[in-house]
């Protein structure tokens, strides 16, 4: 069994209106899973696919960097994008 390894999941960029309803803001950090809970749960609903398999030692084809990858959450008027990154 893998180890489970330590993952970030940073605010990098808010799209069209540059504000999240939910509060956050660029450069906002996150500890995975310990701070899930600070994290709208919207967007959380569709980061968690994506940081359980950067956390088990899987990765994306689409992403440049094996260790990460980049995701919006689903506000149509705010996308907040979050980058989910394993610690190497």
Not at 37 to 62: D, E, M, R, V
Request: hydrophobic share 30%; proline share 6%.
């Amino acid at each position: 069994m893998t180890e489970k390894k330590k993952v970030t999941i940073e605010i990098v960029d808010i799209l069209l209106t540059e504000n999240c309803d939910y509060g956050h803001k660029i450069g906002d950090n996150f500890d995975y899973p310990s701070e899930r809970s600070k994290i709208c749960a919207a967007a959380w609903h569709s980061l968690y696919p994506f940081a359980l398999t950067i956390q088990n030692g899987g990765s994306f084809s689409w992403s440049d960097d094996p260790d990460s990858v980049t995701i919006c959450c689903p506000d149509h008027k705010n996308p907040v994008v979050f980058k989910i990154t394993r610690e190497k």
